[in-house]
């Protein structure tokens, strides 16, 4: 029996999160464990006029992919691929891991190849969507492999997933829509602003967001939501910071991560568990060193860390910093590969200040 909420939640990916227009071409990518959700997508996606192209992989397939891959294979691109990013009007990537640990014992060399031959579709989504001409969103299905690395039953993750991305279940946009106005007055006041100074356990952080702007996450490009971001200036990020949470990236997890910035650039870098991998991230290129993102987290509905990154950079209370790419709508210049969110938890102690005036008090904002 489907879950009543699934269609819901497909309404709003749909209808408000991509908004699909008639004759649109909307290409869904996931793996097959989402196939509830995916079934509801298409569908809505054909009652709104839209033409859904589903690209559909097994859990197994990225895995083996690297197992048996030359390095030729690895850094090929499929022409499909590269026409639906150029061409396409809007993509849906649907997270639907069985085994999120399934690429943990890949080679680093292995990833970093399929990564820098995929940087130039990764560029061109973040291109066309900065001038409005592809539409994305990313969202989860709950399984069991999520709810095990949350340490939850299926039962208590669907509910958790679920009730995050529609807090109101009977009006899930109209509920969006009130978020977009809240965050709309911080970044208001925001706007202007130059110098942002971070304060937290072992943490002590200034950077710039001069001349940069905010963007208003509120469910448009992920599902769930509820932050603002903004690239910084490249080279005004001085101090140190420490993580609070596990850092996952290609399925490698991480502790205990700390990270020291000189006019922009890590530094210096330590973990307490796979310090090897952070250097190797640390050297995929040239703009992996510098911070693209800066974000504070304004979901207090989402209270606990999952081990998802979705859900996880969006703690009420918290701010992240994303190592690599920025997003160009905001001014942000820096070009990575990578794009690696990393928390930092403020609800027990710390404190964002902008220009001297607080903004940011133990997780909660200090704006009257």
Request: aromatic share 10%; proline share 5%.
């Amino acid at each position: 029996m489907l879950d009543p909420r699934i269609p819901k939640l497909a309404d709003l990916i749909v209808n408000y999160s991509i908004a699909v227009q008639p004759g649109e071409k909307v290409i869904i990518r996931s793996l097959t464990p989402a196939g509830p959700l995916l079934n509801e997508l298409y569908a809505q996606i054909t009652v709104a006029g839209g033409y859904p192209f589903l690209a559909l992989k097994f859990p197994e397939t990225a895995a083996r992919f690297f197992e048996v891959a030359t390095d030729e294979q690895l850094a090929h691109v499929s022409d499909v691929e590269k026409f639906a990013v150029d061409t396409f009007d809007a993509v849906i990537l649907v997270r639907g891991e069985d085994n999120t640990k399934a690429l943990a014992n890949i080679p680093p060399r292995k990833l970093l190849l399929a990564q820098q031959a995929e940087a130039p579709l990764m560029q061109t989504v973040m291109r066309r969507a900065a001038a409005g001409t592809m539409k994305w969103v990313s969202v989860l299905f709950p399984t069991n492999a999520y709810a095990q690395d949350a340490a939850m039953s299926l039962r208590e993750y669907e509910d958790f997933v679920y009730r995050a991305c529609m807090p109101d279940l009977e009006d899930p946009i109209g509920y969006w829509r009130g978020v977009e106005a809240q965050q709309a007055r911080i970044i208001d006041w925001l706007n202007g602003k130059k110098h942002v100074h971070l304060l937290g356990p072992d943490t002590d952080l200034h950077l710039s967001i001069a001349g940069r702007l905010f963007m208003n996450s509120c469910c448009q490009h992920n599902v769930p939501d509820g932050e603002i971001y903004t690239g910084p200036v490249e080279d005004s990020v001085n101090g140190h910071v420490s993580f609070s949470y596990p850092a996952i990236y290609n399925g490698h997890e991480l502790s205990g991560v700390r990270l020291w910035f000189e006019n922009g650039r890590v530094v210096r870098a330590e973990a307490d568990k796979n310090e090897q991998f952070l250097r190797a991230a640390l050297d995929t290129d040239a703009g992996a060193r510098f911070l693209g993102e800066f974000a504070i987290g304004t979901n207090y509905g989402i209270n606990r860390f999952t081990g998802q990154i979705l859900f996880d950079e969006k703690i009420g209370g918290s701010f992240h910093l994303a190592l690599g790419n920025s997003y160009p709508e905001t001014g942000g210049q820096n070009k990575s590969v990578i794009h690696w969110d990393l928390i930092c938890d403020l609800r027990s102690g710390g404190s964002i200040t902008v220009d001297g005036d607080l903004l940011y008090q133990d997780g909660k904002f200090m704006l009257e």
